[in-house]
């Protein structure tokens, strides 16, 4: 590169700055200012298409071998990107095999397998690939039971309270109903009966069934305490 050509390329890449460059005698960077090598690598990646890499590394000052080192290595997959593709593979062959995996293995059974296999990883590993192969395991739901069964072939209960849910003195009008909640054990049902005058719960019972005996204990509380 001769002396007219970098002060054109200096004055392309940072306007301003080629007569204090060249006529005075500074660096392009100032001491503790300098950029790091993939910002520069960027940097000359922006403009090689017009001046060249050689010709911007020799106005940036920065080595044209270090540029193409950093450029062979964005190109060539790291040692763990190369690990992870092939823990990708082991990973999707149990997690897709018909006798063990059967696409309904989670991370945690994945990982078992993998380490019988004698192959060692950390679960934590297996989740991570998992999730970035958009694979996981089947989970399972529970169906949600029903407290209310209308029969379609009988009649339904006639409305004593015609919608008005309102008394005058206590214990003239209850009403009742039924709930559930999902524990580690099953679901919960309870039943309860409700004083329209008081609003509170007159009688309860809690069981782990939804037969006819757990609206008739409630019903019985309520006539007790009453």
């Not at 950029?35 to 520069?40: M, R, Y």
Request: net charge positive.
């Amino acid at each position: 590169m001769d002396r007219w050509t970098a002060p054109v390329i200096l004055e392309a890449l940072i306007p301003g700055r080629m007569q204090s460059h060249f006529e005075g005698g500074e660096c392009v960077f100032r001491p503790g200012t300098r950029p790091q090598a993939s910002a520069l690598v960027g940097f000359i990646d922006s403009h090689r298409g017009r001046f060249g890499v050689e010709p911007v590394c020799a106005v940036l000052e920065f080595p044209a071998s270090t540029y193409y080192a950093v450029k062979k290595r964005e190109g060539e997959p790291s040692r763990r990107q190369r690990r992870d593709e092939r823990l990708k593979g082991q990973i999707m062959r149990v997690w897709e095999d018909r006798k063990k995996g059967r696409r309904v293995y989670g991370a945690r059974k994945v990982w078992r397998q993998l380490r019988r296999e004698g192959i060692k990883m950390a679960r934590c590993t297996v989740e991570r690939l998992m999730r970035e192969l958009g694979i996981a395991g089947a989970v399972a739901t529970r169906k949600r039971p029903r407290t209310t069964v209308p029969d379609a072939g009988g009649q339904q209960p006639a409305d004593l309270l015609a919608r008005d849910f309102t008394a005058d003195v206590p214990n003239r009008r209850w009403v009742a109903d039924i709930t559930y909640t999902d524990t580690a054990c099953g679901f919960c049902y309870t039943a309860f009966v409700t004083d329209l005058f008081s609003r509170k719960i007159v009688g309860w019972q809690v069981a782990d069934h939804l037969r006819a005996g757990l609206a008739l204990d409630a019903l019985e509380m309520a006539i007790f305490i009453s």
